[in-house]
T-cell receptor
Framework: AQSVTQLDSQVPVFEEAPVELRCNYS??????LFWYVQYPNQGLQLLLK??????LVKGINGFEAEFNKSQTSFHLRKPSVHISDTAEYFC???????????FGTGTRLQVFP | GAVVSQHPSRVICKSGTSVKIECRSL??????MFWYRQFPKQSLMLMAT?????????EQGVEKDKFLINHASLTLSTLTVASAHPEDSSFYIC????????????FGPGTRLTVL
């Protein structure tokens, strides 16, 4: 069975500072990994995904994530955040050959001026 | 591209009423659609997976007679909450997938259901 752990429920940060949102997964099979962002009262928007190939994945809005198989991690990073990045961020995993997405509990990124 | 819409965005109804929520893929054909439920400040929980033209597959603990899913075409899936009760109040989100097995799910904006 697959699972996703987002250890940080909230991450406060000042504007223009770098940020890292942590995501660890467990799976006995090859996985696909995703980061989604959810703004208040909205659905989820895909930030980036890892399916195969380069372990460093670049997404929208200046975000990137690195797949680390040995540490079973897929941490999300941004070198300089903006107020508009304030939102809930979800890490998700699916096993290759399966459609189901398993979500982490989410990390609330709060950017302060 | 890959836009998914949901209708209605918000619905308030009386206990005992049935509510239908539509999920449409606007610019692509979705072989598979998913329905999620999200409680306040919590993660998304998969309720069911539907493939066009076949019966939906429900996750453990989800009542299929309560949450009726129909995926009649490659661009439309509907979720009907039968005889809704206050405990069914939640944020319901659908997603659509172009190709089965590992491809990206594109999410709708969600439907806020409030049952009085």
């Amino acid at each position: 069975a697959q699972s996703v752990t987002q250890l940080d429920s909230q991450v406060p940060v000042f504007e223009e500072a770098p940020v890292e949102l942590r995501c660890n997964y467990s799976s006995s099979v090859s996985v696909y990994l995703f980061w989604y962002v959810q703004y208040p009262n909205q659905g989820l928007q895909l930030l980036l995904k890892y399916l195969s190939g380069s372990t460093l994945v670049k997404g929208i809005n200046g975000f990137e994530a690195e797949f680390n198989k040995s540490q079973t991690s897929f941490h999300l990073r941004k070198p300089s955040v903006h107020i508009s990045d304030t939102a809930e961020y979800f890490c998700a995993v699916s096993g290759s050959g399966t459609d189901k997405l398993i979500f982490g509990t989410g990390t609330r990124l709060q950017v302060f001026p | 591209g890959a836009v998914v819409s949901q209708h209605p965005s918000r619905v308030i109804c009386k206990s005992g009423t049935s509510v239908k929520i539509e999920c449409r893929s606007l610019d692509f054909q979705a072989t598979t659609m998913f329905w999620y439920r999200q409680f306040p400040k919590q993660s998304l929980m998969l309720m069911a997976t539907s493939n066009e033209g076949s019966k939906a597959t429900y996750e453990q603990g989800v009542e299929k007679d309560k949450f009726l899913i129909n995926h009649a075409s490659l661009t439309l899936s509907t979720l009907t909450v039968a005889s809704a009760h206050p405990e069914d109040s939640s944020f319901y989100i659908c997603s659509a997938q172009m190709v089965a097995g590992g491809d990206t799910q594109y999410f709708g904006p969600g439907t806020r259901l409030t049952v009085l």
